[in-house]
């Protein structure tokens, strides 16, 4: 395709009509939604790489290296365990606790760490962004990829938890579609606060109080049966509605027997599937119609 055009006077031709004879188009412009996602595509190779080199760079320096994926929501599962299990005691009746706990810490960790480093993937790029002209979308992605590249390796580790105590049978084949949905749910999640951290960087500063917030009401620490006890109304709704309740009610559901839950498996479905579609589309809608004014200001 021609990257250039000169139009001679005498032909009659208009500069309009002669750009769009040969394909050319306004530099600078914002592409149509499908063109921009046919490119973001194109960069489908530059997003795997960058999120492998993140990897690198960020357990490069340590001596267990890659072991710490495994490891952190492991640590992160024990001490919450200590405290809540063993020393408050929040059990409340559920049988295996330990299995039902580190469903919870580590289904909440995949979007803890999705928020607190989707936040950071324009702002923390500024200097790629400013150099090189490529979608932007595509660091946000890579966050997301990187994420979900460390969820798999942490739910083997989940898996083998949970083994302990529950038999295995074919519903634990559902945490596939429930990976997947809360996969698009943190795409779309990455995407946003993206463009939202970029905006309005103080934010950053916020994330670690939105996300205790986020973390007592998702009935990741003690069972979901508090919030029927203690709450009514719509308040009850609310925390219902929350998203990351949702996805871990989903885990829990497939590979636990006879655990109480937030509500039925078919409504859980529909509300995950919901809150996928809407978080995945609009996030990314969302960042697409910011896309001329990363790296500027």
């Known amino acids: 395709m021609p990257e250039t055009a000169v139009a001679d006077a005498a032909t009659g031709v208009s500069p309009r009509d002669l750009a769009r004879r040969h394909g050319l188009t306004s530099s600078g412009r914002r592409l149509g939604l499908v063109e921009y996602s046919r490119k973001l595509w194109g960069y ?3 997003i795997a790489a960058h999120a492998k080199a993140k990897t690198t760079s960020s357990l490069g320096n340590t001596n267990l290296g890659a072991l710490w994926q495994v490891l952190t929501p492991a640590l992160n599962a024990f001490v919450y365990y200590i405290i809540f299990g063993v020393v ?8 295996n606790f330990v299995a039902y706990l580190c469903i919870g810490v580590f289904v909440f960790q995949f979007t803890q760490s999705v928020v607190q480093n989707g936040i950071n993937a324009i702002t923390g790029n500024l200097g790629l962004i400013r150099a090189l002209h490529f979608p932007r979308a595509s660091l946000p992605l890579s966050v997301a990829l990187v994420e979900i590249r460390n969820f798999v390796t942490a739910l083997v580790v989940l898996l083998v938890i949970v083994v302990v105590k529950e038999p295995v049978n074919l519903e634990w ?3 596939i579609p ?3 949905l809360q996969s698009i749910f943190n795409t779309g999640l990455a995407l946003a606060c993206a463009r939202f951290g970029s905006k309005m960087r103080d934010v950053k500063q916020l994330i670690p109080f939105i996300m205790r917030f986020w973390l007592y009401g998702s009935a990741v620490l003690y069972p979901v049966t508090r919030f029927t ?3 009514h ?6 925390v219902e509605l929350n998203p990351l309740l949702v996805f871990i009610e989903l885990y829990r559901h497939a590979l636990m ?3 109480k839950l937030a509500g039925s498996p078919a409504q859980l479905w529909t509300e995950a599937v919901i809150w996928s579609l809407v978080v995945g589309l609009g996030g990314f809608v969302y960042f697409w119609r910011g896309e001329k004014g990363y790296g500027r200001g």
Not at 88 to 95: E, N, S
């Open 44 to 46: 489908r190779h530059f």
């Open 88 to 95: 408050i005691g929040t059990r409340g009746g559920v049988d």
């Open 173 to 175: 084949l559902l945490v």
């Open 178 to 180: 429930a990976m997947i």
């Open 229 to 231: 006890e203690h709450l």
């Open 233 to 238: 109304g719509w308040k009850l709704f609310a």
């Open 257 to 259: 027997e006879n655990v």
